[in-house]
């Protein structure tokens, strides 16, 4: 079994993801990452290093999508539809709607770019989702006749699953990103106690024990809310999907209890669709949502109404969510330009932002931006970062492991030095091995496969006839031979295999010399020694033949004299294969010499 | 390097060796190589250096850390080989006595750092940089780095193991093209040290019992033979040849998936191109002894090559068609048919066995079938395909795969097996099929192809993706069924084949799987456009249920389902109500019926996808002339321009655009104005036809939309919209006139347009184009605007447009700025992703 991750970078990368996962003889890819703060080749995982011979196709097995973030499915389209992969991909049903949203999204606001190209189209997104095979949770799917996967619930954003993967009794468990705290929208992961050989799971907060998500929420309630109460206008630059649902239903949830009246709105029409999703995945919330559901709707958002460009000029508060969220282009910056010079005002920034967007300036405390290079835009309203992301820390990565039970912890998508203290953490704890390779590392784990084998009726009947009555409770030690034909194992008596494969039998004997003092004719000798067994071996047939040699069942003694020493005489024991039980105690008997009394 | 650049580097370097500063964004410090890259690309002065003290200050003081962070540390090492990489900074950092603390014995070479992938990493692509020139490769054999280099090959990171090799090539390169004067001969004293030293290496590597060993050099050199075509090279592979033989012949050496690759390289290099030779036979042993799986890629690589001898040549093919050939035999009654092939290269038992074991027998189809298929997209193949053959043996691995031929000889009933309902096969087994439609000459075989395509089409068990290469390669079948159907027999085939596929499209149409729905309707599409003016096809078509189906998946829940109904109803339409001599009559397809349709859709539908479908279909009838007279397109315009002028998709506002301009080079070659602006038109004739024409695109709302473009907050809108008012400008302005557009006084009838050049003049900042119309400007006014195209300088505006095309602020200076930002919040951001 071995993993290794092919994002380029030869360190440990936070960020995306991109595992091959070997197994049993099966290779699997485990997401498809993007970076989105590059916009050349290095934005991709480097492909060509799954494979240097034959097809990608050929190569993997399938493809497994954890998640529909772009650092996880944001090189598919790339993958499937670019460099020419045509095999199964695999994500959870709610991933499969929602991840071409995004994966739009971003076409959309990276193809604005002038001189853009190496980048996937429209058409390819489609094509792209046209090949991908929806799960459920729990749902044991067969990819070919030895590989399954299996979804189970992580919670990290809608539709986020960990993957069992499983050929024979060897298997993988992938989390993706997950979260072990219930939130506002989402449930906490879960996992059989399914011990697989190795569970990769993601380490991003490894070190954090981290403030309750809670009170995040709280904190950004507080600010939205004063800004709004002094008459100032509240900017949230989101994606589509994702933060921004999740952040509808706290405002909403908010506007309610305290009765407010300043307008929210969302400015993108994707989020008709969005929307839409989180309404037909319900199941895939949490319990509250679903209980509630009942008698409204948590996504059928009153107070949140579509936005108009002209609302941006309107007098009095609002709070309004535009795409895209690093503030690079489109209807967020417009707003964020109208705005930016009153101080009254506020942007929240809800996630990453990458070098040389106006997001991430203002993120590092700029305040003077240059806006292609003639004016210059002063900002005076506030700046706020908040994050919301849901991974699980320390904590709930132990936790994980507990459930999980593995036999081996690889960790991914974390800082090198945050891992080796959790490696630790975990090594004593659980006394499993744990290993985080950098980026291009392979680690390759031992496994002990166990294989199934057909075993022949004959063979049984005859097995359990002369040993102690079968316990379905005791495991039973057979004999037989094992037939390697065609790919499956078969356990069959001797005979058989001898007859299948065309071949004759081989006599085995093997002989053995003992020694014995005696001075006497050798004739006497035999006698001496015929008697002897006879006394001993009373339930087995002894027979002394006229040629002098003594037969006990299939074993043959003869005696000769010693050419040297006429006193010693030497026995020659032979046995076949067959009665190599019988024989050796026989050699044994006779090394001890024979008894006086018989003298 | 600018003067606000150079203002910023100090501090922008001191704050990097600062070890007390969070760590930097990667692609911040990735994105500061590459700006130095491009610095000293085309300088090899040392300016940069002796200019920038703080360069070399940085490189000391992470030297002089107990403890830098590896990604700190593999950036300087990084940094010094890019300054090192011409000969005049290499001395300067020598005086300096750098590159030996960095590269050297002494330095993260073997330390505690080096443990770190990144710092090895770092280390690998700093040499890269610095070999560019004598004194760095003297200083690589003195200070022990090629050890360094050979032992990083076998690196447990990947990335920094074909680094390493990348380097190797790179270095043996440089050192035999600078140090060598005249050929090279085997005699190794010819060759200098450095070379010497890494041609010892393979030689040594190569001849080792240690598989590692022979992998890296097998790495090596294939890169090695597929980057440099230089004459040396050919000496340096009789050195090998041998050995490389020996690997062939030997099955004790796992080596040979390699070799296919290496084999190639050197096929490919010029150098090897005389025909004769042993290096050939070579080829020719390969292709006997790899397994069908490895020599597939040798196979295919070599019929792809211009020079290659035609025995090769076939010999290569026959490889590729072994499988196929085992398949025909299989499946045939005996003396049926002859297979494809006369001989075979290798032992067909091999190619039998491989089929008949479930395991390998869909991994060497489907390889063999992705190798057909490449050769059958080659323009030049320079050997003959028995096309009618290759035909039949895809039909019959079809007929395995959905189990409609179980055959009698006990090989093909395990094939047979193996095979049922496996899509990997399937798909490349039709993407083989489409491909070889292009071939000619399969005609006989056209009825039993149908048979299988319509039973795929047909079946419950077949998967969506496979469903969807179904359709493609019937589409295409289709295309050349029509080109065939001449005599009256074929005619009726045609006819019922025709039939039957519409039958089926019926039937998925309605599909629970929007997958299925959605590549019903793309084949629906492509069956149109190849077929339209097939009157038989047309017929068909008409009288089947499938454009009412079609019609009805305008409202599909699935908005990609949507868009792929609106392209194909707008298809439709060519031969339903837009086609000039209509089969149809009555009120069936009416055309205000669908065209509402698509208008509601561009206007209420709320997504993208659709929306985009219904203006690239408008574009298009507008295009083919399919929009009736003058008038009615007019108005057809002017309503699909105020719909998508607040679309909320830039895409859909683009595509306005389009319309736009397709719509006015139309009306100016209808009105009978050149659409050259520089043909030469009598100024009589021309004035009124202008006037004419204004008044055409203000009644059609044009102006207001092109002139509000400008400032949309999408860059391409604006681009575009600039480039239709530069195209439309040209018509109504001699060519001289066009460099300085005339100055607007603020009298009051010019008012209007003054506030719209001034606003335009800042460009696409102004941002606050006002939604109501403007200050008094009448977009609908003729005369207005014809002042308005004088006077707004819009080369001017385009330039402006085309140099900020991009919000993701890339000059250097802003990077070394928001590094500079970066360190200095305390406050580290956690990490988070979308």
């Given at each position: 079994l071995s993993a290794f991750s092919l994002c380029p970078?030869?360190?440990?990368?936070?960020?995306r993801s991109c595992i091959l996962v070997s197994i049993a003889g099966k290779n699997v890819m485990l997401d498809c990452g993007m970076h989105m703060?590059?916009?050349?080749?290095?934005?991709?995982?480097?492909?060509?290093?799954?494979?240097?011979?034959?097809?990608l196709t050929d190569f993997l097995d399938c493809v497994i999508i954890s998640h529909f973030h772009l650092d996880h499915c944001g090189a598919l389209p790339y993958f499937s539809e670019m460099v020419g992969y045509d095999g199964p991909i695999y994500m959870t049903h709610p991933t499969k709607a929602i991840c071409p949203i995004l994966l739009e999204d971003y076409r959309k606001i990276t193809v604005d770019?002038?001189?853009?190209?190496n980048f996937f189209t429209s058409q390819m997104i489609k094509d792209c989702m046209k090949k991908v095979v929806a799960v459920h949770l729990h749902q044991t799917v067969q990819?070919?006749?030895?590989l399954e996967i299996k979804a189970y619930y992580a919670?990290?954003?809608?539709g986020a699953a960990m993957f069992q993967i499983k050929v024979g009794c060897e298997s993988v468990v992938y989390t993706g990103d997950y979260n072990m705290t219930p939130d506002r929208h989402l449930g906490a992961a879960w996992v059989d106690?399914?011990?697989?050989?190795?569970l990769i799971t993601e380490?991003?907060?490894?070190?954090t024990i981290r403030d309750s998500k809670r009170c995040r929420e709280r904190d950004f309630l507080k600010k939205v809310h004063e800004t709004v109460e002094r008459g100032g206008k509240v900017l949230i630059p989101v994606f589509a999907l994702g933060r921004a649902q999740e952040l509808c239903i706290l405002l909403e949830t908010f506007w309610e209890r305290m009765n407010l009246k300043a307008p929210i709105y969302f400015s993108t029409g994707l989020t008709e669709k969005a929307n839409h999703y989180y309404k037909l995945f319900i199941?895939?919330?949490?319990q509250k949502i679903r209980k509630t559901f009942v008698q409204?709707?948590?996504?059928?958002?009153?107070h949140i109404k579509a936005f108009d460009?002209?609302?941006?000029?309107?007098?009095g508060p609002m709070v309004v969510f535009a795409?895209?969220?690093?503030?690079?282009?489109?209807q967020s910056l417009q707003i964020f330009r109208k705005w930016a010079?009153?101080?009254?005002n506020m942007v929240i920034m809800p996630g990453y932002c990458v070098q040389g967007t106006v997001g991430h300036k203002i993120l590092s405390g700029q305040r003077k931006l240059e806006m292609e290079g003639r004016q210059i835009l002063e900002v005076k309203m506030q700046v706020e970062y908040m994050s919301f992301s849901a991974h699980a820390d320390a904590k709930g990565i132990m936790q994980l492991i507990r459930q999980a039970e593995p036999r081996n912890v690889l960790l991914v998508h974390g800082e090198a030095k945050k891992m080796e203290f959790l490696k630790q953490k975990i090594e004593q704890e659980f006394h499993v091995s744990c290993y985080m390779p950098a980026n291009g590392e392979t680690t390759t784990i031992l496994t002990n496969p166990c294989i199934p084998v057909d075993i022949s009726l004959g063979l049984l009947k005859r097995e359990t006839a002369i040993g102690p009555v079968p316990d379905a409770k005791k495991p039973k030690l057979m004999h037989g031979t094992l037939l390697m034909k065609d790919n499956s194992f078969r356990l069959v008596c001797p005979e058989q295999a001898l007859k299948e494969l065309g071949l004759a039998e081989h006599q085995l004997r093997f002989t053995c010399r003992v020694h014995i003092q005696d001075p006497r004719k050798e004739h006497e000798t035999v006698l001496r020694v015929y008697n002897h067994l006879k006394g001993v071996l009373k339930d087995y047939s002894v027979q002394h033949l006229p040629d002098g040699s003594i037969t006990v069942e299939s074993i043959l003694i003869q005696a000769t004299a010693h050419s040297e020493d006429q006193g010693t005489k030497v026995l020659l024991v032979s046995w076949t294969y067959q009665d190599e039980e019988l024989g050796s105690y026989l050699t044994s008997l006779l090394k001890k010499g024979l008894p006086q009394s018989t003298a | 390097m600018t003067r606000e650049c150079a203002a910023l580097l100090p501090g922008v370097c001191a704050a990097l060796a600062d070890p007390r500063q969070p760590g930097l964004d990667d692609t911040c410090l990735e994105k500061l190589l590459d700006w130095f890259r491009s610095l000293t690309w085309f300088d090899p002065t040392v300016e940069l250096v002796q200019d920038n003290p703080c360069l070399t200050e940085l490189i000391t003081s992470v030297l002089a850390l107990p403890e830098p962070s590896p990604s700190i540390l593999s950036f300087t090492l990084q940094l010094a080989g890019i300054l090192a990489s011409s000969e005049n900074r290499f001395q300067h950092l020598q005086q300096e006595k750098l590159l030996g603390r960095l590269f050297?014995?002494?330095?993260?070479?073997?330390?505690?750092?080096?443990?770190?992938p990144s710092v090895r990493s770092g280390w690998v692509k700093g040499v890269h940089s610095m070999v560019h020139h004598l004194p760095a490769l003297h200083f690589l054999c003195s200070a022990g780095v090629m050890d360094v280099i050979f032992t990083l090959?076998?690196?447990?990171s990947l990335f920094v193991a074909s680094a390493a090799s990348q380097l190797l090539v790179h270095v043996l390169t440089f050192s035999v093209e600078s140090e060598t004067s005249k050929p090279l001969s085997t005699?190794?004293?010819?060759?200098?040290a450095c070379a010497q030293m890494i041609l010892k290496h393979i030689e040594e590597s190569l001849q080792s019992s240690c598989a590692s060993h022979i992998e890296h050099s097998l790495k090596l050199l294939t890169s090695l033979f597929g980057s440099c075509y230089a004459a040396w090279t050919e000496v340096l592979w009789l050195n090998i040849a041998k050995q490389i033989e020996s690997f062939l012949m030997e099955?004790?050496?796992?080596a040979q998936h390699m070799l296919a690759n290496l084999l190639l390289n050197v096929a490919r290099?010029?150098?090897?191109?005389?025909?004769?030779?042993s290096f050939w036979a070579l080829v020719t042993s390969a292709l006997e002894h790899l397994t069908p799986v490895q020599a597939g890629p040798l196979a295919v690589g070599l019929l792809r090559?211009?020079?290659?001898p035609q025995d090769v040549r076939i010999q290569a093919l026959t490889v590729l068609l072994q499988p196929m050939d085992c398949i025909l035999r299989a499946a045939?009654?005996?003396?049926e048919y002859a297979g494809l092939?006369?001989?075979?290269?290798?032992?067909?038992v091999t190619v039998e066995s491989l089929l008949s074991s479930k395991t390998s027998c869909a991994g060497l189809l489907c390889q063999t079938l992705a190798h057909l298929e490449k050769l059958l997209s080659l323009?030049?193949?320079?050997v003959d395909l028995p096309c009618v053959s290759l035909l039949r043996s895809l039909i019959t691995i079809l007929q395995f795969c959905n189990g409609f031929l179980t055959p009698t000889s006990p090989l093909g009933s395990t094939i047979s097996r193996n095979l049922i309902n496996c899509f990997r096969v399937q798909k490349s087994a039709l993407d083989v099929l489409a491909a070889l439609s292009?071939?000619?000459?399969?005609?006989?075989l056209i009825r039993s192809l149908f048979d299988v395509l319509l039973a795929y089409l047909e079946s419950?068990?077949?998967s969506p993706t496979v469903l969807k290469k179904a359709f493609q390669a019937t589409s295409k079948w289709l295309a050349c069924l029509q080109e065939l159907s001449c005599s009256n027999s074929q005619c009726q085939q045609t006819e019922k084949i025709l039939e039957d596929v519409f039958l089926v499209l019926q039937k998925r149409l309605c599909s629970p799987c929007w997958e299925v729905r959605d590549s019903s309707l793309e084949f629906l599409t492509a069956m149109i456009k190849c077929l339209r003016d097939q009157d038989g096809f047309r017929q068909s078509l008409l009288s089947s249920e499938v454009p009412r189906l079609a019609e009805n998946?305008?409202?599909?829940?699935e908005s990609y389902v949507r868009a792929s109904a609106v392209t194909a109803v707008g298809h439709l339409a060519f031969i339903t109500y837009?086609?000039?001599?209509?089969p149809v009559a009555g009120n069936q397809y009416n055309k205000e019926n669908t065209v509402a349709k698509l208008q509601e859709i561009l206007s209420?539908?709320?997504?993208g996808f659709p929306r985009r479908a219904v203006i690239s279909i408008f574009t298009k009838w507008l295009r083919e002339g399919c929009t009736g007279q003058l008038e009615d397109t007019e108005q057809f315009v002017s309503r699909v321009i105020q719909t998508v002028?607040?679309?909320?998709?830039w895409e859909v506002r683009l595509g306005g655009l389009e319309l736009v301009e397709v719509f006015c080079s139309k009306t100016i070659c209808q009105l009978g104005?050149?659409?050259?602006?520089y043909a030469p038109e009598s100024s009589a004739v021309t004035s009124s036809t202008q006037q004419n024409l204004l008044q055409v695109f203000c009644r059609a709302k044009l102006f207001g939309f092109l002139f509000q473009s400008l400032c949309d907050c999408d860059k391409p809108v604006g681009q575009r919209a600039c480039d239709v008012l530069i195209g439309l400008r040209g018509n109504f302005y001699p060519i001289s006139t066009l460099e300085n557009p005339q100055e607007i006084e603020d009298s009051p009838a010019g008012c209007g347009i003054a506030w719209l050049q001034r606003t335009l003049r800042q460009g696409?900042?102004?941002?606050?184009?006002?939604?109501?119309?403007?200050?008094?400007?009448?977009?609908?006014d003729p005369e207005s605007m014809m002042v308005a195209l004088g006077a707004i300088d819009l080369l001017e505006l385009h330039d402006e447009l085309n140099k900020s095309s991009?919000?993701?602020?890339?000059s250097p200076q802003s990077l070394l700025q928001d590094i500079l930002a970066t360190v200095g919040t305390i406050e580290e951001n956690e990490v988070d992703c979308y």
């Open positions: 970078g030869a360190g440990q990368d936070v960020g703060g590059y916009n050349d080749d290095r934005r991709f995982p480097d492909f060509s290093y799954i494979t240097q011979n034959g097809r770019k002038k001189g853009e190209t990819v070919d006749e030895e919670g990290h954003v809608l106690k399914c011990r697989p050989d190795l380490s991003t907060y490894a070190t199941t895939w919330t949490n409204r709707n948590m996504f059928e958002f009153k460009r002209a609302f941006a000029d309107n007098p795409t895209p969220g690093m503030l690079h282009a489109g010079g009153n101080e009254k | 050297g014995r002494a330095g993260p070479v073997g330390g505690a750092l080096w443990e770190d090959q076998g690196d447990p005699k190794d004293c010819d060759w200098p099955e004790t050496v796992q290099s010029p150098v090897f191109s005389d025909t004769e030779g090559l211009c020079k290659c045939s009654q005996p003396l092939l006369d001989e075979s290269v290798t032992d067909p323009k030049h193949l320079r292009e071939k000619k000459g399969c005609d006989t419950p068990n077949t998946l305008l409202e599909d829940p837009l086609a000039a001599e209509s209420t539908d709320s997504e002028e607040h679309d909320l998709d104005l050149s659409e050259c602006p696409s900042l102004a941002q606050n184009f006002p939604t109501d119309g403007g200050n008094g400007v009448d977009f609908q991009d919000h993701v602020e890339e």
